[in-house]
């Protein structure tokens, strides 16, 4: 059976660290940017990456069930024999179709590099001049991307970080 995947930046939900996912393509949250930088750092997830990290929209990647998915990534800060480093890569994805009938748990790229907003009917508004990027033109194309459900995503945005992690975008005392 064929499943097709949506990952936008589904590996990287939070880090302390700049980390860029190489394979499958990671966004940083970029959507199709035609600058260097991305416009938003906070789109689809809180990235505190470099804004020239990541990847702008590409097609659609396909994989199928029983497969393996090789993943590459490249982290700027540390990592490596270095005994003085700690690193804990935490590989965290989400998987879902993109025939979702619920928009909001429906996975997709968006129009618009905009932050989701917190009113879910606006979280689901259709894009009229927008394309939903495959061939078939019948599907109506949103305006926000989602790399998550609606829920999940408030729920992640309603929470404290853990305050037991290194802040890499502070300055040291």
Known sequence: AKLTVAFLALLVAYASCDLYLQNPRGSNDRLNEANTNRNNANR????????????????????????????????????????????????????????????????????????????????????????????DGDDPAYKFGMHESFESYQNCK?????????IADREEQ
């Open 44 to 135: 689809l997830f809180d990235s505190q990456n470099n804004a020239k990290g990541g990847y702008c929209i590409g097609p659609a990647m396909t994989f199928y069930e029983g497969s393996q998915l090789t993943i590459e990534w490249t982290v700027q800060h540390g990592c490596g024999s270095n005994p003085k480093l700690f690193c804990n890569m935490v590989i965290q994805y989400m998987c879902g179709s993109t025939k979702e009938a619920d928009p909001l748990k429906l996975i997709r790229d968006g129009t618009t590099t905009d932050t989701i907003p917190d009113d879910p009917d606006a979280a689901a508004e259709i894009d009229a001049d927008g394309l939903d990027g495959d061939d």
């Open 158 to 166: 309603s929470r404290n970080r853990n305050k037991g992690l290194y």
